[in-house]
Each structure stands twice: as structure tokens, then as C-alpha cells.
């Protein structure tokens, strides 16, 4: 499907927006089903099991997700409705921002499930990253208080939404390409070599919940993967391959469509901005990178973009077949990274049938 969206749509016609939303339906059954299945499974589990009153001393993790897991426990009493609510938050805030502002939405739901699979295994931070997303509209009509109130809800959900409070004023940027270049190069070699110094001190000014958690990290260090197959030199060399790729082709190869579209721009200035959030925090700790997802999801926009390079349709097709390939390769990688608890697939369905069984 997303082969013929090339053609802006017209092999579709008005099925187009019908075919998208089946796709997120599709996403939204299998996170809201699936059972025992994801990197956080157990802690979300036990603690939503925990709950037996309202009592926020209690709750270990922040108060919007603690209390919409008090909330569904008392109305419903079930772990799969709360996994419902929460996956129809992501796919919904993701889907209609993907739609609106996306050059080629299925190809972008083809590139999101490839990156994360679709985080069909969400997390509190996949939540609030979505809630990050959604706000981009606000940030594009220059709607600050709006933007603000949406980053305060991501807050609820995962402290880490604060570092996207900088987007506001990091979209609007226009750069040269020259000195977006040199300046990501002195910005990572700094980073690399000062990383620790600054990180281990703007926890500082974020107040000690947050301080507490970044020391935390950086105490554990490389050493400590959380689940991943990968070190963090190898997560960083990945990512450095992968971020680097779509930067070149669109710097380089797309700089005057950059000039004249303020959004593929701005999505470029996040993405920069994501990248060197990535070098300053893995080398000190594979998961405080995950801080950058905040603005690497842009990843999901940008891409598609690169099929706009090809003049002709023959370009457009040997263009779609390497993008397809390096996802597919992306998407081994993905899943290798945490195989066991993603591989194989497991649903609700399957705890009755055993219990039917047995």
C-alpha cells in the first residue's frame, strides 16, 4: 500500500484515509491484546495489581499514569482495558499528527513499525512521547500556552517529556547547511568528551526527582543494558549509522526544498537536535539515550520525504525499494534487540486457551 501512495494518493482515491486507519486499528489490536509480551511487562503489571486504593504516596511512578491505572482498576478491574486506553492515546495522538503533516502516511506507519514496531508495546514514555507529537501543531501555528498545557500532561506521564520544551523554539530556526555541519561536529566531539560533566548537572536545575533518576544512570553506566542484546558502543554506532544517513541525504540532496517548507525544515532542526542528544547520553548510559526518542521519532516524517527526490516514476521505484530494504534490515535489528520478550507474540486469547486446556 504504501508503494502506490507515491503517486500523492491517486491509485487510492478516497479509500486512502479508510486504508490508514485500518492500519492503526491493526497497531491498536495487537498492543491493547498482547500479554506478557514487552520490555516493561512485569513492573507495569505488578504495580497496576498493587493498587488497592487511592493513596499517590504509594505510587512509584508518575501521577497521570498512576492514576488512570487507579482509575481502570476501580471502574473496570482489568489489565487489558487499561492496555486498550493507553494504546488508543498512542494511535491516536501518533495516527492524526502522521496523517496531517506526513508527506506519505502509510510509508510513515511502515517506517514506525520497522523503528519500534509501531511500539505495539508501549511504555510511559511511549505515551508521553506521543502526547510530544500531538503537540507539533501547536508548535507549527505558533501556539504556545496550548503546546505547553499538552507538554504538561506528557510531564504526568513521563518526566523525560521535559526536554521537549526546547522544540517550541528549535523548530522555527532556519540554519545554513554549512554551519548546521560544523556545528554538529564541534557540538558530538564536545559532547562526547564533556558529556558526563554536563548531564550530571543539569539534573540539578530539573529538580531532584529528575537528578536522582539521571544519577542513577549514570551510575550504572555502559554496563547496564536494561534487557538490550546491545552495548552501548554498539548502540552507538548504530544509531550514529542510522541518524546519519537520512541527515546526509537531506542536507545535501534536499537543501532547497529545506529552504522552502518550513515544516520538512523544522522536523530537520528536531532531528539534529535528537542527534546530538543522542551522542552527549549513550556514551554514558544505553537507556538515559532514550531521551533523544523525543525528537528521532521525526524519523517517521523525514524519510518519505526522500521519495520526493525522484523526478520521474523509475526514480521514485528504485528509491521505495532501498528505503524498504534498509527498514527491513532496521526491523531485524529491532527485534533481535529484545527477542525474547517480543518473539513470539502473545495475546490474551492464549492465557484462556491454556486455562481452557489445562
Not at 493498587?51 to 471502574?75: A, D
Not at 561536529?185 to 568528551?193: A, D, K, M, S
Not at 555502559?222 to 542484546?229: H, V
Request: contains cysteine; aromatic residues 20%.
Amino acid at each position: 500500500m504504501a508503494y502506490f501512495e507515491m503517486d500523492r494518493f491517486s491509485y487510492f482515491g478516497r479509500i486512502h484515509k479508510i486504508l490508514f486507519y485500518l492500519i492503526l486499528l491493526v497497531f491498536f489490536l495487537l498492543s491493547s491484546l498482547r500479554w506478557e509480551r514487552g520490555t516493561d511487562w512485569m513492573p507495569y503489571y505488578e504495580f497496576y495489581n498493587s493498587i488497592s486504593s487511592y493513596s499517590p504516596k504509594s505510587w512509584y511512578f508518575e501521577f497521570g499514569y498512576s492514576y488512570l491505572n487507579y482509575l481502570v482498576k476501580v471502574l473496570f478491574n482489568s489489565y487489558s482495558v487499561l492496555l486498550g486506553i493507553l494504546a488508543f492515546l498512542v494511535y491516536s495522538l501518533v495516527g492524526t499528527t502522521i496523517y496531517k503533516y506526513g508527506v506519505y502516511p502509510i510509508l510513515s506507519l511502515a517506517i514506525w513499525f520497522a523503528t519500534s514496531i509501531a511500539d505495539v508495546f508501549l511504555t510511559r514514555n511511549t505515551i508521553a512521547i506521543s502526547l510530544a507529537i500531538f503537540s507539533v501543531r501547536y508548535i507549527i501555528d505558533r501556539k504556545f500556552v496550548p503546546f505547553l498545557l499538552v507538554l504538561a500532561v506528557a510531564f504526568l506521564f513521563h518526566r523525560s517529556a521535559l526536554i521537549f520544551f526546547p522544540a517550541y523554539f528549535i523548530y522555527p530556526l532556519k540554519i545554513s547547511r554549512s554551519i548546521l555541519v560544523w556545528g554538529m561536529g564541534i557540538v558530538i566531539v564536545v559532547g562526547l568528551c564533556f558529556s558526563e560533566f554536563v548531564v550530571g548537572h543539569i539534573g540539578g536545575l530539573l529538580g531532584p526527582t529528575i537528578d536522582s533518576k539521571l544519577q542513577y544512570y549514570l551510575q550504572t553506566g555502559t554496563e547496564e543494558t536494561f534487557g538490550s542484546a546491545y552495548s552501548a558502543a554498539v548502540v552507538l554506532l548504530k544509531g550514529a549509522i542510522n541518524r546519519s544517513l537520512i541527515l546526509i541525504v537531506l542536507l545535501f540532496w534536499m537543501n532547497n526544498e529545506r529552504k522552502e517548507d518550513s515544516i520538512l525544515n523544522g522536523f530537520i532542526n528536531f532531528y539534529i537536535f535528537g542527534l546530538l542528544l543522542f551522542f552527549m547520553t549513550v556514551p554514558l548510559s544505553p537507556a538515559l539515550g532514550r531521551i533523544a526518542s523525543y525528537y528521532n521519532i521525526f524519523q517517521l516524517f523525514l524519510f518519505p520525504y526522500i521519495l520526493l527526490l525522484g523526478k520521474d516514476r523509475r526514480n521514485q521505484i528504485l528509491l521505495f525499494i532501498l528505503i524498504g530494504m534498509y527498514f527491513l534490515i532496521r526491523l531485524e535489528g529491532v527485534i533481535t534487540n529484545y527477542k525474547d520478550l517480543y518473539v513470539p507474540y502473545k495475546s490474551i486469547f492464549d492465557i484462556y486457551k491454556t486455562v481452557i486446556i489445562g
